[in-house]
């Protein structure tokens, strides 16, 4: 109630994917803004869901509203997918960045993957684990899957 278009952001669908998940999912742990300990970083991150316990998805949400231009292409969401492809196959065994998009026009799935093929993780000896780009919009769905690693 204290935004004009509550639904139309990620805070206002946030709720509603919550209830959503827990609903479909009966007897299944679903928790939200699940904060994750790094190594060598002292303020832990958060996960917007983490669905399951023995072997559990976990799940960052964006969202473009239906006036908006680039809050689902790669660049925007590159310290997502960073901060889910650095959780590690102990901890969960699916990554996924969901994107849901409330604009007119739906993005084609060759331009959306171009964004993110030139994003890797970057340097440096750590485990790395791929993540799975869902994209959902009124009239086109896609998935594809998104490596940390340059693509050469």
């Known amino acids: 109630m204290?935004?004009?278009?509550p639904q139309t952001?990620?805070?206002?669908?946030d709720p509603i994917f919550y209830a959503y998940l827990t609903g479909a999912h009966p007897g299944v742990p679903v928790s939200r803004q699940k904060h994750v300990h790094f190594h060598r970083v002292a303020k832990p991150s958060r996960i917007d869901f983490r669905i399951g316990?023995?072997?559990p998805t976990v799940l960052e949400l964006a969202v473009r509203k239906?006036?908006?231009?680039?809050e689902l292409y790669g660049p925007t969401n590159h310290s997502e997918l960073i901060k889910l492809s650095k959780i590690p196959r102990s901890q969960?065994?699916?990554r996924i960045l969901l994107l849901i998009d409330l604009a007119p026009a739906p993005i084609t799935q060759d331009a959306l993957r171009a964004s993110y093929a030139p994003l890797?993780?970057?340097r440096g000896r750590k485990v790395r684990e791929s993540v799975t780009v869902v994209y959902v919009h009124?009239?086109?769905?896609?998935?594809?899957?998104w490596s940390p690693f340059r693509s050469i």
């Open 66 to 70: 239906p006036t908006g231009m680039s």
């Open 53 to 55: 316990s023995t072997s």
């Open 9 to 13: 952001t990620e805070r206002g669908l």
């Open 120 to 122: 890797h993780a970057g």
């Open 2 to 5: 204290h935004y004009s278009n």
């Open 138 to 145: 009124g009239e086109l769905d896609y998935s594809f899957c």
């Open 92 to 94: 969960a065994a699916a």
